[in-house]
């Protein structure tokens, strides 16, 4: 099996190129690597690795993850079918390891990794789980889980969340804007 970052077997980032190598043959496993140029700056071991749901270039012979740089954390965020890693540039060490949540229906489902603009804030989105890194400090996390299936990030503002999902308590099932308030 063949990794992929984005779709592509080489992603740049500011620290240098980044790979995914030795990937086990169920795609569960490989090894992460940082090179710049020649030289190899780190390598990390991931574990638990399944294909962001939603990538066209995922197949039976490629692990495709999603990923983004997190400039105010240092790190870079990738993302699989069930799991999201906040992987340090410099160091290539695991910084957290987060749960995400799909339906496996992908008309429905949703992945979303933005950095937001203007802060030290990063927010990964999954159909039913959204996390909230850097605040309100540097190290925090927060979770959202949605009643309902979650359409899209509609932003962040000082502490507030937002984000549209389906109104599961509403028999028409209309799509709703959530403002979630996180601020302490």
């Known amino acids: 099996m063949k990794g ?7 992603w740049e980032t500011p620290g240098g190129l980044l790979r995914l190598t030795d990937v086990a043959e169920d795609g569960r496993s490989a090894v992460l690597e940082l090179t710049d140029g020649d030289a190899v700056v780190w390598e990390t071991p991931l574990a638990g690795l399944s294909s962001d749901p939603l990538s066209p270039a995922a197949d039976v012979a490629h692990l495709d993850l999603r990923a983004a740089v997190w400039p105010g954390g240092g790190a870079v965020v990738l993302a699989g079918g069930d799991r999201a890693w906040v992987v340090g540039l410099g160091d290539g060490r695991v910084r957290r390891d987060l749960a995400l949540e799909f339906t496996d229906k992908e008309s429905l489902d949703v992945l979303e990794l933005v950095a937001v603009p203007d802060s030290p804030v990063f927010v990964v989105v999954s159909t039913r789980r959204v996390w909230v890194l850097g605040y309100p400090g540097p190290d925090d996390a927060l979770r959202y889980e949605s009643d309902g ?8 503002d000082g502490g507030v969340l937002r984000v549209c999902e389906y109104d599961v308590l509403d028999p028409e099932l209309p799509v709703v804007e959530r403002a979630v308030d996180f601020r302490p």
């Open 149 to 156: 299936p979650i359409t899209a990030f509609d932003g962040w």
């Open 4 to 10: 992929l970052i984005n779709g592509a077997e080489a």
